[in-house]
């Protein structure tokens, strides 16, 4: 291999995975700065992003009017903590309650925090309004569920990776397959306070549920007294074609898990919605968080809800959408086996007999798309909602050439 040495990429990946826990094992691409669809590399390269930070990029990198909130709240107040009220609080509170048609909003930071969150209010609201025995709540989740890496989380995940060694788990899981009601129904007893489902499994590889399952869930969950909650963190705010991944079905959950896009790709910014009859259920004291709700991510996040009001960006993944599926869909039997879209979310299977997903994403950023693979052959492209067609045609453009070999 010839190594350029005025390339400053080798040096760079040499130092991050001399300095930290390998932990993730990212593409040996160095980016120095971006925007819109678009990332530079410490070397001047230029890719196109076809992944979108997992979402949390939906509007894109360094969308103007989220910079222009972020700055100008940079000059004014960045932290209070929740002990004090600070002015942007209320009204992004109510902007996001009023996007996801709910009462209330509770802010947090991270994904994993909100599914925590929503984890403590339904057992909470299991205990003191549906009158379960204390201690014997439980919550039925689906297998291939991916909900973030927290210790209570990973106890019902079925990733072995994301599990193994990290016990003693947290008890009061329920694991069924994702997409068969009747297994769902099945294990729903007296003791279920929710159950909490992805309305499309992202990490799984953007597995889509069948149809008639979500409203499934929703009707027997209305029937049984239980809280559907549904984790939209990489599914919603626009990724699909529509502000929620449940829309599509017409499905209402009883709680809304937010992340990832609600930071507008600048800060970590995420939220339960749901109604009082439900989030009131938690008092002074019984949870929190020093960062959730702070100025700073009020400010961006109202930004992202008033940009995500105006439809244009539902409209645009689910117009764009079609074109990336027709692109998609036309390499089925040219080196794809299976290809699941819904907006500007795609789950893409490559023939194993070809090459890994790993190998796909490496040809692919050598490229100029940057893209990543979930499990084995199985690849995911999610990319900035203000991707153009043409770049939609790059992309696929580029696929169909690695592809070919
Ligand atoms: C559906 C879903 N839930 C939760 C999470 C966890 O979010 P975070 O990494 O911000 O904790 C993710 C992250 O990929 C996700 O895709």
């Not at 390269?45 to 979402?55: E, F, N, V």
């Not at 008890?171 to 929710?194: C, K, Q, R, S």
């Not at 492209?381 to 153009?388: C, M, Q, R, S, Y």
Request: aromatic share 6%; proline share 5%.
């Amino acid at each position: 291999m010839i190594v350029d040495d005025k390339l400053r990429t080798p040096g760079a990946v040499r130092d991050a995975e001399r300095w930290t826990a390998h932990n993730y094992h990212p593409l040996p691409v160095v980016i120095s700065s971006a925007e819109g669809a678009w990332l530079t590399d410490v070397d001047g390269r230029r890719y196109l992003d076809c992944l979108a930070g997992y979402s949390a990029l939906n509007f894109g990198h360094r969308h103007p009017q989220l910079i222009a909130a972020a700055h100008a709240q940079l000059d004014r107040l960045t932290l209070t903590s929740r002990a004090f009220i600070h002015d942007q609080f209320a009204d992004f509170c109510r902007e996001l309650a009023e996007l996801c048609g709910k009462d209330l909003v509770l802010p947090m930071n991270t994904g994993a925090e909100a599914v925590e969150t929503g984890i403590k209010v339904a057992r909470k609201w299991g205990y003191q309004v549906k009158g379960v025995a204390a201690g014997q709540a439980n919550i039925v989740v689906a297998e291939g569920n991916f909900h973030g890496r927290t210790t209570t989380i990973v106890s019902f995940s079925t990733d072995e990776d994301a599990r193994a060694d990290f016990g003693p788990y947290t008890p009061g899981f329920t694991v069924v397959p994702y997409g068969d009601l009747a297994a769902l129904t099945a294990a729903i007893d007296e003791n279920t306070v929710a159950v909490l489902l992805e309305p499309i499994q992202g990490e799984q590889g953007v597995v889509v549920p069948p149809e008639g399952y979500l409203p499934g869930v929703r009707q027997v969950c209305t029937e049984r007294n239980v809280l559907f909650i549904a984790d939209e963190i990489q599914s919603g705010l626009g990724r699909t074609g529509a502000t929620f991944a449940c829309d599509h079905e017409g499905v209402v959950p009883d709680m809304y898990l937010l992340g990832k896009a609600l930071g507008g790709g600048i800060v970590p910014v995420s939220a339960v919605a749901a109604n009082a009859d439900v989030l009131g259920v938690l008092k002074p004291g019984q949870h929190g968080s020093t960062f959730g709700g702070n100025p700073l991510a009020c400010a961006v996040a109202i930004e992202v809800v008033r940009l995500l009001a105006t439809g244009e960006f539902q409209r645009r993944s689910a117009e764009l959408g079609e074109r990336l599926r027709a692109g998609l869909e036309g390499l089925l039997g040219k080196g794809l086996v299976g290809v699941r879209v819904r907006g500007l979310w795609a789950g893409l299977d490559i023939d194993p007999a070809l090459m890994s997903g790993r190998e796909a994403c490496e040809r692919l950023a050598a490229r100029g798309v940057l893209a990543k693979d979930t499990h084995g052959s199985t690849i995911r492209l999610a990319p900035p909602l203000v991707i153009t067609e043409e770049e939609i045609d790059l992309a696929v453009t580029q696929l169909a050439e690695v592809l070919a070999g």
